[in-house]
């Protein structure tokens, strides 16, 4: 799903309470003043950007108790050593009441990563695990300059990581178990190399559907064999547009794949005029947004502009509305009541 703007009075806002609640609990209120959180040392970010990825990082702390920093500097040396220092130096790990710490350190000089994981994440947050967001999920981020972004879009598969650690109950390491042991991995960040020159996809071109249903199979095809072209007929001729500008990651394109697998259609409804049209989810799958259709050329295809521009992802990575249901759509929301904040409910 793609990244989400928030203006900076909401931000602003939501930091103060963050902080608040969390400052009653650990004695910490003033997170972003002090670089607890993020540390950009290398000032690879704006300030905005830091107080974001602070206030979902501080999300992730109240909620699934991990401890996660970032750290960009530049001339480490050997960075997994660099890490270990960090960690401790940085207590990483303290504010968490389990002991569950993860650092991310950038090296723009020697453009590396390294997610380092504490003792008592060893378990869920694996070697293989971290490799792999690194380098299907940072690292393409990282290549067109966005470093922020990246940062950002790893920290949802986290916490993604983390529902189901905490649904297996996998959260239970021995007590007392803290510090980092070194595990973790290293990449290399290649920041601002540009996009990769892969190979292009050579599977079947997906069609445009003649329901909604059908094409939204296409799309989980396309993104179960990690196809990205941006000129899929799926797609609205408007997305196409916007896909040209985006990146998509192949982790984003997994995670799309996992997500949805589990979440059962609620309902499938198309407007009146049979020119729009809606696939929705259960209030309860919160994970899982609607998506939805409009008709080009007499077949229907996926309009992800509208969920670009009217669905927001918060804390835990649940969906909601960015205001009111969009007036194109809303007459599939019509038994559907929406907070003040989006949210739906029943």
């Excluded at 799926?234 to 990146?247: C, D, E, F, N, P």
């Excluded at 992800?304 to 599939?332: C, K």
Aim: glycine fraction near 10%.
């Amino acid at each position: 799903m793609p990244l989400n703007s928030v203006s900076s009075r909401v931000l602003n806002r939501a930091l103060a309470a963050l902080f608040t609640g969390l400052a009653a609990a650990s004695g910490a209120c003033t997170f972003a003043e002090e670089n607890i959180l993020v540390a950009d040392k290398a000032e690879l970010m704006s300030a905005e950007q830091r107080q974001r990825m602070t206030a979902h990082h501080g999300f992730l702390l109240v909620d699934h108790g991990v401890d996660y920093r970032v750290v960009t500097d530049r001339g480490t040396g050997d960075i997994v050593a660099y890490g270990v220092e960090q960690f401790k130096a940085m207590d990483v790990g303290g504010l968490s009441g389990a002991g569950r710490g993860l650092l991310l350190v950038i090296d723009a000089e020697q453009d590396k990563v390294r997610l380092e994981v504490g003792l008592a994440l060893e378990g869920v947050f694996t070697d293989a695990f971290v490799a792999y967001v690194e380098q299907r999920q940072m690292v393409p981020f990282f290549r067109a300059g966005r470093v922020a972004d990246g940062i950002l879009a790893t920290t949802e598969l986290i916490i993604t990581r983390a529902q189901e650690a905490k649904r297996r109950q996998a959260f239970d390491a021995p007590a007392g178990t803290s510090g980092s042991g070194g595990g973790g991995a290293t990449a290399k960040a290649k920041i601002g190399a540009g996009s990769e020159p892969g190979k292009a996809p050579t599977g079947p071109v997906a069609a445009a559907g003649s329901s909604p249903e059908e094409i939204l199979q296409a799309y989980f095809a396309a993104m179960a064999e990690r196809d990205a072209r941006p000129d899929l007929p799926i797609y609205s001729a408007a997305t196409q547009r916007m896909l040209k500008g985006w990146v998509v990651t192949p982790a984003q394109m997994d995670n799309v794949v996992r997500s949805y697998r589990g979440c059962p259609t609620d309902r499938s409804q198309a407007n009146p005029s049979g020119n729009r049209a809606v696939i929705r989810y259960r209030i309860a799958d919160r994970g899982c947004s609607p998506f939805f259709f409009r008709l080009e050329g007499g077949r229907w295809r996926l309009d992800l502009t509208m969920m670009q521009r009217a669905i927001r992802f918060g804390r835990n990575n649940s969906w909601h509305f960015a205001g009111e249901p969009p007036v194109d759509y809303a007459f599939a929301f019509s038994d559907w009541a929406f907070d003040r904040n989006g949210f739906p409910k029943q």
